[in-house]
């Protein structure tokens, strides 16, 4: 009998999620029925999304939402073979067994110079993410400039790279100066640091005085408010995250955005990237063929041992991640 260790919400996060709000358990796992199959973590994502999401769909006692790759350790089902692995949204859990239902396989082919936690960064949710975010909804043209923030995390350090693909000018902001550095080495034309700058009004004129086309938002509350004042006639920004929000316990308050969405036009769409999931095999496939090429690099913020998921999820939420954060078991 295999035993799995489990991450609960032991206490509904109040405001910034703290490691006494989690609890480890351990759970005997049945024997596997016809059908069934045992899969053992091997990689799990932190995202930002569990902040909103555990208040919305979790209550307390429950094991933490959440993606792996994982790897089949006993089949009873011949759809998957022992050895494979897959994307499995299985929670924070060691192992656990699956009826064979949704879960995405990795490809045999899967190139071995790529690491398999790609899967939940790059080349998964996260760069889909960026992807269609970047040319459906914001519709991005060769020549026009891009903003982005949370620019060197998962999904803008993909932004930024696919509007340099796409021949676009792009600008990012993050917060510490070796992610700045980072930024630039990846080919981002400005980049500044949000934390230090004297005016964030001051520092967008500043990285594109002509304006912006395309807004990139992955933080929400007072930055967009700025940003938006910057954005060029018809600009279009894609609402793709609120992390400046996500802990709060009071909402933020205005400024609000209408005159200047009125007087430039602008088009303002929120976005769940699991809409293209039609969409998500051409994803894949363009985005590993430039990272392939060496178009479209990535970093990942690895950290060891399943005992520091917490740690791993709040680290990231402060902003210590470079790329994707993910906890390897
Ligand atoms: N709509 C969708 O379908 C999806 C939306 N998202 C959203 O995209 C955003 C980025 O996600 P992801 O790339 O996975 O995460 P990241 O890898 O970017 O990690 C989160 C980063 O957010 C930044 N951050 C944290 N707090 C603040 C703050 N108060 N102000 C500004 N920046 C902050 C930190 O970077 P720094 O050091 O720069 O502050 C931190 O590293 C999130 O808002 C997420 O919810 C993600 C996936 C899908
Ligand atoms: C105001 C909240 C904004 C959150 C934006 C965000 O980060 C969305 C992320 C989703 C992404 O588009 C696709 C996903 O997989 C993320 C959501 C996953 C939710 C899983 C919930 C599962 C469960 O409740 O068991």
């Known amino acids: 009998m295999v035993t799995a260790k489990v991450w609960v919400l032991k206490k509904h996060f109040e405001g910034f999620p703290k490691t006494s709000d989690f609890e480890m358990k351990q759970v005997a796992l049945a024997n596997l029925k016809d059908g069934e ?14 902040r909103p999401y555990s208040k919305r ?15 089949v350790v006993e089949s009873k ?10 994307v499995a949204d299985g929670g924070w859990r060691t192992h656990f067994i699956s009826d064979g239902k949704d879960l995405n396989p990795l490809p045999p082919s899967w190139p071995e110079s790529l690491p398999r936690s790609l899967a939940l960064g790059t080349l998964g949710m996260p760069g889909l993410t960026a992807y269609f975010g970047l040319f459906d909804v914001c519709k991005m043209k060769p020549g026009e400039t891009v903003l982005v923030n ?3 995390g998962a999904v803008g350090s993909v932004v930024g790279q696919l509007a340099k693909i796409g021949g676009c000018k792009v600008v990012g902001c993050a ?15 400005e980049a500044f640091n949000y934390r230090t700058v004297t005016s964030l009004d001051e520092a967008l004129r500043k990285a594109s005085p002509h304006g912006y086309d395309c807004f990139f938002d992955n933080v929400g509350g007072e930055f967009a408010s700025i940003a938006i004042n910057h954005m060029k006639k018809y600009g279009r920004i894609a609402v793709c995250g609120a992390i400046s929000q996500y802990n709060d316990t009071v909402p933020q308050k205005g400024p609000y955005i209408q005159i200047p969405m009125i007087f ?66």
Do not use: C
């Not at 979790?58 to 790897?71: P, S």
């Not at 089902?77 to 897959?86: I, S």
């Open 37 to 50: 199959l045992l899969l053992e973590s091997v990689f799990l994502s932190v995202d930002p999304y569990m």
């Open 77 to 86: 089902n011949p759809a998957f073979a022992v050895g494979a692995f897959v």
């Open 150 to 152: 949370a620019a060197a």
């Open 175 to 189: 917060g510490s100066d070796s992610k700045v550095a980072y930024l630039k080495k990846i080919g981002f034309d």
């Open 264 to 329: 430039k036009e602008l088009s303002m769409k929120g976005f769940i990237v699991t809409s293209w999931n039609n969409g998500r095999e051409e994803g894949v496939k363009a985005l590993l063929k430039w990272v392939l090429e060496g178009k479209l690099k990535y970093h990942e913020q690895v950290t060891e041992g399943f005992e520091n998921m917490p740690a791993a999820f709040i680290g990231m939420l402060k902003g210590e991640n470079l790329g994707k954060a993910i906890v390897k078991v």
């Open 57 to 71: 769909d979790m209550k307390e006692g429950d094991v933490m939402i959440g993606t792996q790759v994982a790897r």
